[in-house]
């Protein structure tokens, strides 16, 4: 599903215009995104749950040419799903 697509859905269930649930869809992501780069944890009952996890450095290889590099350390941004969104997946 593109963004467009769940645009339309949103606007759909929602009961408003295209415009509108454009506009409260970036916002959420950006919330998000702004939450996340400060560190906070993002819990929604339900459906889940954004966190930011620390990555350490690791030895890794080209797969071209299988000479080793050093992955450096990084930030990574994960997603626990929820009970109820578990279930409607299954």
Not at 4 to 23: D, Y
Not at 25 to 40: P, Q, R, S, W
Not at 45 to 59: K, M
Request: include cysteine; charge should be positive.
């Amino acid at each position: 599903m593109t963004k467009a697509e769940l645009v339309g859905k949103m606007a759909e269930k929602a009961g408003i215009s295209k415009a509108n649930a454009e506009k409260a869809l970036n916002a959420f992501m950006e919330t998000v995104k702004e939450a996340l780069a400060t560190g906070d944890k993002i819990s929604l009952v339900g459906f889940g749950t954004f966190s930011v996890a620390e990555r350490a450095a690791r030895e890794g290889r080209n797969p071209k040419t299988g000479e080793k590099i050093t992955i450096p350390a990084c930030k990574v941004v994960k997603f626990k799903p929820g009970n109820s969104l578990k279930d409607a997946v299954k």
